[in-house]
């Protein structure tokens, strides 16, 4: 059809050209169709994903989509910086299959350079130790002892400080290599209070845990209200709606209020005559063809 980067490159040397595909823009696997539970599936999340010696599970988001469209945002922001810089744009390849690959992270390591195989671990963690959820008198609780100070504050925490003193446990390395042993004992004092109670005992101590929250408890809960993560706006057709407020907050931006969700064609019209400066012929033409949706005034 003539979009193509080539073709574009002609005529607008400084365009910035992004393409967002399943498996890449070439190669063996570059005509199939890309969806995030396929390419999570062969680039390895749901092989990692799932309880401990159980079956593959999704993640319940489309990780791998958002976090393409996250590569995709950062590579156009650092190719806008290079234009500003030298005046030439570029073509970004991003793709689902390199994204999840890339995101696998320190377990994509473990095999690269040790040969390690990759398990399903639940909650757990495979080389930190305890850094999982755990069971409480009446619901679930999640904790991370990151370094061997943590796990000495947790253990005081629990009143077991005997654990933090047993040889089997004085490391990380050892905790890891004794997780049988030291899993079971902690479940075991975890289900001996009430999640509430829980907390209540660790706060203020230092040590990272928290809630596995529905989603009636995340919009309820204090720290997510402070950070205005909810946002309302009204919206032409649908009156007041609510959805999730922006992830990043910029000390340069006065702006409070947020545009709602256009309707099919609000802004054609806008875009077109006055960004464009196509005329009204034009922009009925188009309509005509059916190229176009022009919102009714």
Partial sequence: MGLGYPDLRELCPH??????TGYGCDGPY??????????AAMGGLLHITGPEGGDPVRVGVAMTDLSTGLMAHGAIMAALLQ???TGTGQHIDCNLLSTQVACISHIAANYLMAGQEARRWGTGHESIVPYQAFKTSD????????????????????ELEHLSEDPRYTSNQLRVANRKQLIPTLAQRFS????????????GSGFPYGPINNMEQVFSNPQVLHNKMILEMDHPSAGTVRV??????????????????????????????????YS???????????AIRIQDS
């Avoid at 570059?30 to 390419?39: E, F, H, L, P």
């Avoid at 619901?139 to 629990?158: E, Q, R, W």
Wanted: with cysteine; glycine share 10%; charged share 25%.
């Fill in 15 to 20: 365009l910035i050209y992004c393409s967002v």
């Fill in 192 to 203: 001996e209070k009430t999640t509430d109670e829980w907390f209540a005992a660790f706060e």
């Fill in 244 to 277: 999730p407020g922006p992830a990043v907050k910029y000390t340069g931006s006065k702006r409070e209020t947020h545009l709602p969700p256009p309707t099919l064609g609000q802004h054609t019209s806008e875009v077109l005559g006055n960004l464009l400066q």
């Fill in 139 to 158: 619901g679930h609780l999640i904790v991370g002892a990151g370094n061997d100070n943590l796990f000495k504050t947790l253990c005081k925490v629990m």
């Fill in 280 to 290: 009204e012929k034009q922009m009925r033409d188009l309509s005509e063809a059916g």
């Fill in 30 to 39: 570059a005509k199939r169709a890309g969806y995030d539970v396929i390419a």
């Fill in 83 to 85: 234009r500003h810089r």
